[in-house]
């Protein structure tokens, strides 16, 4: 997700001012190569995950079909992106607000 706010700023800044988007559509281009990233690195997590030897589920086709499991598996993956997107927002907080910006204007 930090990929997200530094991507959305760039798509901003370059494509957006040479093809005149807004800021949102900046950031949902932004977010749609953040999302197809995560999609791409989830392999690789899972690899780091057999590599720490953490257990595989163990679970039969009939078992993974399972409404249950399936529930689970989606509420595992709303809690990852809620963590990854609020990880994601901590460049935000490093940004200097609208007020400092013109406190430091009016001292120059």
Do not use: H
Request: glycine share 12%; aromatic share 4%.
């Amino acid at each position: 997700e930090e990929l997200i706010s530094s991507l959305g700023e760039y798509i901003d800044l370059t494509i957006g001012i040479a093809f005149g988007i807004s800021t949102m559509a900046a950031a949902a281009l932004g977010n749609l190569v953040s999302d197809v990233c995560g999609i791409g690195l989830g392999g690789l997590v899972e690899s780091w995950a057999q590599k720490m030897g953490l257990p595989e589920p163990g679970l039969s086709r009939q078992q993974m079909n399972l409404k249950s499991v399936k529930m689970a598996a989606n509420i595992g993956c709303a809690i990852g992106v809620t963590i990854g997107c609020m990880l994601g927002m901590f460049p935000l907080l490093l940004l200097p607000s609208t007020d400092s910006l013109e406190e430091q204007k009016r001292i120059e």
